[in-house]
């Protein structure tokens, strides 16, 4: 998917960052500069990478074309000849990297870009200068909504930044991005359902719900109205879909009805795969395949990872005004290779954010379709199934108490696949025994699910056997949701897939038989890793 990105990032670019590569953001460097006192390289993955591929990069990026998912960005700091005292931080080149619209300064053995150079204030040290330079990148430097100049002045420091930015998450580095974002002139909403502590006055805390002008409540992008950026650091709304020039949305409704809705050109999702794992295994399995990652990440060879350069005006209007005015981002890491972890906290947020009426899972204050538009998706979506699996008698709507009671004594006496009761049954039949299973997770009242159910007893009448268990979950009421929950489940119907008792993977189908999960079934079954373009996609 990531090579598929860096393909097409060239017939993607937007034109601010184009823009930036004009004569009118040079300006004069220190020419003379003393031997690198530090060095560190920070690692891009997951949504992170992709946001900056789309909205950052201006064509430097080098790195081996087999390592696509993964990017780095490597830092250094030194001082200046003439002020031994001044002291500076910059992104190296790469031997790789032969742009020659940038200019380079000599820092003895190393050679730096000219324009990503920013003086670091005595009161900042330099690991936290490096940590900020790499914290900024994307969240902050690939967020910017509009960049402009004082009356045509081609000094870079007469460049501003103008526009409105929306900050969802309240996390530490969510207040960091908005604190940034603020400082650096774009008016700023951070979304959390927590309390973030925000340092700058002028970033609007708000939860996913507020009022408008009738005292109604709305969600959060409705509030706000229009606005040019979104800066996600809990999820990531393109979920691994391809964005090319026909289809600069991937699929993504929420992609779509933020620009259509709300004049919203950028989605900067900072979610790290480490992030992305934890929300796909849930807290019981994903904690410690995050931490593997980590380690995994930090100790990757750099040969392998696609070096990221900034654009234009990183160094002196960017960074050189968040270190001017304390903006920083700490990291307690004194590893030389650096990989931005995950947080506890980020998950609950994310899993706990209310989820709008649609039924589709939608965080409640991103854009969604009108209720007419999913009435009508709802139909479409009703016929095609309708084509393919037979429903029952009635097409429409969910299942009424009488076939509700029907499939729950269908459920209890089917023999060949096993009935999970919540998480702990999820423990007692499948962890604790170290079980390969797969879980067709269903809720009583989705007609989907019942229209499959016959399909998965009959493969798992075909394939069941001491080695391999067929069960099913209920997600209904609160010991089903919280279920879900641990298995990462958003939607139904979902198969969750066991290795020895821990969670292999997840496919989503709306029919079976489907040749994701018979893949994924396959792979499971012969000792293979899971693919994770599996989990979505068309049959």
């Not at 906290?345 to 209310?354: G, I, L, R, V």
């Not at 007893?457 to 879900?484: I, N, P, Q, W």
Request: overall charge negative; aromatic content about 6%.
């Amino acid at each position: 998917m990531m090579g598929s990105l860096l393909a097409h990032l060239v017939l993607l670019l937007p034109i601010a960052t184009k823009a930036l590569q004009t004569s009118s953001l040079r300006r004069s460097f220190p020419t003379s500069l003393q031997a690198v006192s530090q060095r560190r390289t920070f690692i891009f993955d997951g949504g992170e990478l992709e946001s900056f591929l789309l909205h950052g990069n201006t064509g430097e990026s080098t790195g081996s074309t087999a390592a696509t998912k993964v990017g780095s960005l490597t830092l250094v700091t030194g001082s200046t000849q003439e002020d031994p005292s001044q002291r500076i931080v910059a992104v190296p080149t790469n031997t790789n990297d032969n742009d020659a619209n940038y200019e380079t300064v000599s820092m003895g053995d190393v050679d730096v870009y000219a324009h990503t150079i920013a003086t670091i204030p005595q009161k900042v040290s330099e690991a936290d200068a490096l940590s900020t330079a790499a914290a900024a990148l994307v969240g902050i430097h690939c967020a910017i909504p509009k960049v402009g100049g004082v009356g045509g002045s081609d000094n870079s420091n007469d460049v501003f930044y103008t526009g409105k930015a929306v900050v969802v998450g309240g996390n530490d580095y969510a207040c960091f991005v908005a604190d940034g974002l603020a400082t650096l002139g774009i008016e700023v909403s951070l979304v959390s359902t927590g309390s973030p502590r925000a340092k700058n006055d002028g970033v609007y805390v708000m939860k996913p719900s507020d009022l408008n002008d009738d005292y109604e409540e709305v969600g959060f992008s409705t509030a706000v109205g229009e606005f040019d950026s979104l800066i996600d650091t809990i999820s990531n709304e393109r979920k691994g879909m391809l964005i090319t020039e026909d289809n600069p949305y991937g699929g993504s409704t929420v992609l779509k009805l933020l620009q259509s809705k709300h004049q919203c050109n950028k989605y900067i999702s900072t979610l790290t795969q480490s992030q992305q794992i934890v929300k796909n295994e849930g807290v019981l399995w994903g904690p410690g395949k995050a931490n593997d990652h980590v380690k995994k990440m930090e100790s990757i060879s750099l040969a392998r990872c696609a070096s990221l350069v900034p654009s234009l005006g990183f160094g002196s209007a960017t960074l050189q005004t968040l270190l001017d005015s304390n903006v920083l981002f700490s990291i307690k890491s004194n590893n030389p290779t650096v990989s931005r972890g995950w947080a506890l906290k980020d998950f609950w947020e994310e899993t706990s954010w209310p989820r709008d009426s649609s039924g589709m899972g939608i965080r409640f204050g991103m854009p969604a379709e009108e209720e007419e538009d999913l009435d009508e998706q709802f139909r479409r979506e009703q016929e095609r199934m309708q084509t393919r699996i037979r429903v029952g008698s009635e097409v429409g709507g969910g299942m009424d108490d009488t076939e509700t009671t029907k499939q729950v004594l269908i459920d209890q006496t089917n023999p060949y696949v096993m009935q999970i009761a919540g998480v702990d049954g999820l423990a007692q039949e499948v962890v604790s025994k170290q079980k390969d299973c797969v879980v067709f997770v269903a809720m009583r009242s989705c007609r989907t699910c019942k229209g499959i159910n016959p399909v998965f007893t009959k493969l798992a009448r075909e394939r069941g056997s001491d080695e391999l268990m067929f069960a099913k979950a209920d997600a209904t009421g609160a010991t089903g949701k919280a279920l879900g929950r641990q298995l990462g489940i958003v939607s139904v119907p979902s198969f969750v897939l066991f290795r020895n008792g821990v969670r292999y993977g997840a496919v989503a189908a709306s029919k079976l038989p489907s040749v994701r999960l018979d893949q994924a079934l396959n792979d499971l079954t012969e000792g293979k890793d899971f693919d994770p373009s599996l989990e979505e996609g068309k049959e």
